[in-house]
């Protein structure tokens, strides 16, 4: 078990690294940031030499790789941090310097227990991509395929584990000082944030998410997701189908190669919704650097390590909610709030629904460049903490990849209007999904499988676990012992220590922030 000492000393690094970098005016600056914490940011840069631009992405990539992946997270909430700060940190999705090529050969040997040319034909020795995580270079196997080749980078999972048992910690003292930082749950941001990225450690999991994702878009045409070559993957290696196209940021080489870029747009934003609300099972990675566009006009998409999924119920409900807010039912949509919990009882639908209202009406009917994205997110903010929501962490990937695919679709084409292509969709999927033919063989369907459940249902008296709401139940959160609580048992000072805590403080608070709505 780590020390409570040794999680101040790296806070205090971190804090430190972040004030040297100027990365905590934004935290200080934040009204929402709570007084305590403000006043330890002060302290912590105190003496520091700040740059003029503060250098976000440096500041995350000089304190570890937790830090890299947390800051790829607010790069996509440019509302949050400014637009400033996230093309900043965009450049921590994919320039990060490479391991040696020498201690990559050893990963992929140790791990197959075989010697590299068993396996590959030719591999590049400099890499075509450096993240946080792994890195990816260009082979031909020992049968003539052409494959990227995605190998973790050596001892990654063993300081993932150490910096967020910090992180862990940091979380629990920022809760404890009550207000926004507990309606926030930041402890609770944290563990879904460990359980996303210990999924992208196990790269047959990230194998397994690709292939699931290929079936469920099998019948989509021109997106496409490239094949696993199973033989040649494992927990710390992966092989895929080698991609020829270009990113689909690159916008002048898209349009040297003729391709219909509103047509690209428009596709790109309809397979997420495919993703999201029909299959329930979405890439939540949808950056930039993860899209190619192939010479044919295909979509592919690479890098599954992070992938989200919604339950059947909660995809009616996000389904509703996008089909009200375009035709604007607002009172529907603050109805289905109720009916998930995700605001408490207490409160007003006819209240919610005009709150709704003042925050939807400005953007229907226009497109996305007339639109303040980070005015209408503001607004929404404000509606959680007026109607005392919850952070509802799992659907933070959800909205991290609307935000996503709504900057690369305007890219693409500025003029796009989201509401006008997901209208359709979604109205089409809840005529199939919610309709009265639907409904009926939802109801046979459900009718006969309750008939052949009944003596299991007895025994095991599923009467006394009534449904949950719209949250699924919530992973598991380790106990920290406070450092107040080791004052009352061991008579120490805790307030030296929390001073030196406000780098972990600043991180899991901008993480929290992360996850405000939805």
Not at 159 to 188: C, K, M, S, V
Not at 346 to 359: G, I, M, N, P, Q
């Amino acid at each position: 078990m780590t020390r409570p000492s040794t999680h101040i000393w790296r806070l205090l690094k971190w804090g430190r690294t972040l004030a040297r970098h100027g990365a905590l005016r934004g935290i200080e600056s934040d009204p929402n940031t709570p007084a305590p914490v403000k006043r330890l940011t002060r302290i912590a840069r105190f003496g520091t030499r700040q740059p003029a631009t503060p250098d976000y992405a440096e500041a995350f990539r000089a304190i570890g790789p937790a830090a890299i992946k947390l800051g790829q997270t607010l790069a996509t909430r440019p509302d949050l941090v400014g637009d400033d700060a996230a093309r900043n940190l965009l450049s921590l999705q994919d320039s990060l310097p490479p391991v040696p090529f020498a201690s990559i050969r050893a990963e992929i040997e140790s791990s197959f227990e075989r010697p590299l040319e068993d396996m590959f034909a030719e591999i590049g020795t400099d890499p075509v991509g450096a993240a946080s995580i792994a890195q990816v270079h260009k082979a031909v196997t020992t049968d003539g395929k052409t494959v990227a080749v995605k190998v973790l980078r050596p001892g990654i999972r063993q300081r993932f584990e150490r910096d967020i048992t910090t992180y862990e910690w940091a979380a629990a003292h920022l809760e404890a000082l009550g207000g926004e930082a507990h309606r926030l749950r930041p402890r609770l941001t944290i563990a879904n944030f460990k359980r996303w990225t210990n999924r992208e450690l196990d790269l047959r999991r990230e194998a397994a998410s690709a292939s699931e994702l290929a079936q469920i878009m099998q019948g989509y045409p021109g997106y496409r997701i490239p094949a696993i070559d199973w033989d040649r993957t494992n927990g710390r290696v992966m092989t895929i189908e080698w991609v020829d196209g270009v990113k689909i940021s690159d916008i002048d080489a898209l349009k040297a190669a003729g391709h219909d870029l509103p047509a690209l747009a428009k596709r790109l934003v309809l397979a997420f919704l495919t993703q999201a609300i029909s299959a329930g099972y979405f890439h939540a990675d949808m950056h930039q650097g993860n899209l190619f566009v192939r010479p044919d006009g295909e979509i592919v998409a690479i890098d599954f390590g992070i992938m989200g999924r919604i339950d059947r119920r909660a995809r009616q409900w996000l389904a509703e909610i996008l089909y009200g807010l375009t035709t604007g039912n607002y009172r529907r949509v603050a109805e289905i709030h109720f009916e998930a919990q995700y605001v408490p009882s207490y409160h007003s639908v006819d209240e919610f629904a005009t709150a709704l209202r003042a925050v939807g009406e400005p953007m229907r009917g226009k497109p996305v460049s007339e639109l303040s994205v980070g005015q209408m997110l503001d607004g929404l903010f404000a509606i959680t903490r007026d109607f005392d929501m919850k952070t509802q962490p799992h659907l933070l990937l959800l909205q991290k990849t609307m935000v996503m695919v709504e900057g690369i679709a305007t890219q693409l084409h500025p003029q796009i209007n989201m509401w006008d292509i997901a209208a359709p969709f979604v109205r089409s999927w809840i005529r199939d999904e919610l309709g009265p033919e639907a409904a009926l063989a939802d109801r046979i369907r459900e009718d006969t499988q309750t008939l052949l459940r009944v003596p299991a249902l007895i025994r095991r008296l599923e009467d006394k676990f009534p449904p949950r709401g719209g949250a699924p139940e919530e992973p598991p959160i380790p106990d920290v012992e406070l450092l107040w609580e080791r004052k009352a048992r061991a008579g120490s000072n805790p307030w030296g220590y929390a001073l030196a805590a406000v780098g972990g403080a600043a991180i899991v608070w901008a993480g929290a922030l992360a996850g405000l709505w939805g």
